[in-house]
């Protein structure tokens, strides 16, 4: 039994179902949108000026670089990772948690493999999974902003902010893994990716209105800011230190718990 080709088979539509709706709003976002925002730029300033100062800053709106390709790249990022989050959260939740959800923990590690490689592969597939994602949507960013954003291009910055994704995602999937080794029962996956996800986003919505620099430290969303890859070709260290450090925690505690849990009585 190949677990890492059986895990890639079993989850692979439902990832590529996630991957279509995150680069169909990608694109979306960039060609039907973005030319008319631009042209209306007047109407559109006019609209956003009516409301509330705090309802800019919940939903990502800085009016700084809004009119830009950057600016509105960086805008719609906050709902890329939305899904993403949900995409991975399902894809960690699915591989981790299957056993306890089909009760057949007891069959597979009495099979002649070791936890730690069973973990190992399950690891390797849900990457693999994220990896081809991301491919394609840092290669549908790559081709938009060549088409759309004026010159002089910035191609460095572009793969920077695009690269930003897959790192949150990393740090969700890490989030979705724990929670299904820790859990003692998951009752929905899609469910429970969905609460996984919006619990980033609520907690990015709130750190944009309180503002507060302590609050990005329990932020995901925010560790990587998409913004300053697009404009200035970085990243801020202390939040990417701190999501190094929350996913390889996370992926410890959870590796340490597979491997010695005992299995639950059916």
């Given at each position: 039994m190949n677990v890492f080709r059986f895990e890639l088979r079993r989850a692979w539509v439902g990832a590529a179902v996630w991957t279509l709706v995150i680069l169909g709003l990608l694109g979306g976002l960039i060609i039907g949108a973005l030319p008319a925002f631009l042209d209306s730029r007047a109407g559109v300033e006019a609209m956003l000026g009516s409301f509330p100062p705090a309802f800019a800053a919940a939903f990502g709106l800085e009016m700084d670089n809004l009119f830009s390709f950057g600016g509105f790249y960086t805008f719609g990022f906050l709902y890329y990772s939305l899904f993403g989050a949900i995409l991975v959260a399902g894809i960690?939740?699915?591989?981790?948690?299957?056993?306890?959800?089909?009760?057949c923990m007891d069959f597979l590690l009495t099979k002649p493999r070791r936890r730690s490689r069973l973990f190992g592969e399950k690891l390797l597939a849900a990457l693999t999974l994220m990896f081809c994602s991301n491919a394609l949507f840092v290669?549908?960013?790559?081709?938009?902003?060549?088409?759309?954003?004026?010159?002089?291009?910035q191609m460095g910055y572009a793969l920077l902010a695009a690269v930003s994704l897959f790192f949150t995602e990393?740090?969700?999937?890490?989030?979705?893994?724990?929670?299904?080794?820790?859990?003692?029962?998951?009752r929905s996956v899609s469910g429970t990716a969905t609460a996984i996800g919006f619990a980033g986003f609520l907690l990015s919505a709130l750190h944009s209105l309180l503002e507060e620099a302590a609050?990005?430290?329990?932020?995901?969303?925010q560790y990587f800011d998409v913004g300053k890859a697009f404009f200035e070709g970085r990243f801020e260290t202390p939040y990417v230190l701190t999501a190094a450090v929350v996913t390889l925690a996370l992926l410890a505690l959870s590796y340490w718990k597979y491997t010695r849990a005992d299995i639950p009585a059916l």
């Amino acid at each position: 039994m190949n677990v890492f080709r059986f895990e890639l088979r079993r989850a692979w539509v439902g990832a590529a179902v996630w991957t279509l709706v995150i680069l169909g709003l990608l694109g979306g976002l960039i060609i039907g949108a973005l030319p008319a925002f631009l042209d209306s730029r007047a109407g559109v300033e006019a609209m956003l000026g009516s409301f509330p100062p705090a309802f800019a800053a919940a939903f990502g709106l800085e009016m700084d670089n809004l009119f830009s390709f950057g600016g509105f790249y960086t805008f719609g990022f906050l709902y890329y990772s939305l899904f993403g989050a949900i995409l991975v959260a399902g894809i960690g939740l699915d591989l981790f948690s299957r056993e306890k959800r089909e009760k057949c923990m007891d069959f597979l590690l009495t099979k002649p493999r070791r936890r730690s490689r069973l973990f190992g592969e399950k690891l390797l597939a849900a990457l693999t999974l994220m990896f081809c994602s991301n491919a394609l949507f840092v290669a549908e960013s790559l081709a938009l902003y060549r088409a759309y954003a004026p010159a002089p291009l910035q191609m460095g910055y572009a793969l920077l902010a695009a690269v930003s994704l897959f790192f949150t995602e990393l740090v969700m999937f890490s989030i979705a893994v724990f929670a299904a080794v820790f859990a003692r029962r998951i009752r929905s996956v899609s469910g429970t990716a969905t609460a996984i996800g919006f619990a980033g986003f609520l907690l990015s919505a709130l750190h944009s209105l309180l503002e507060e620099a302590a609050l990005r430290y329990i932020t995901p969303y925010q560790y990587f800011d998409v913004g300053k890859a697009f404009f200035e070709g970085r990243f801020e260290t202390p939040y990417v230190l701190t999501a190094a450090v929350v996913t390889l925690a996370l992926l410890a505690l959870s590796y340490w718990k597979y491997t010695r849990a005992d299995i639950p009585a059916l």
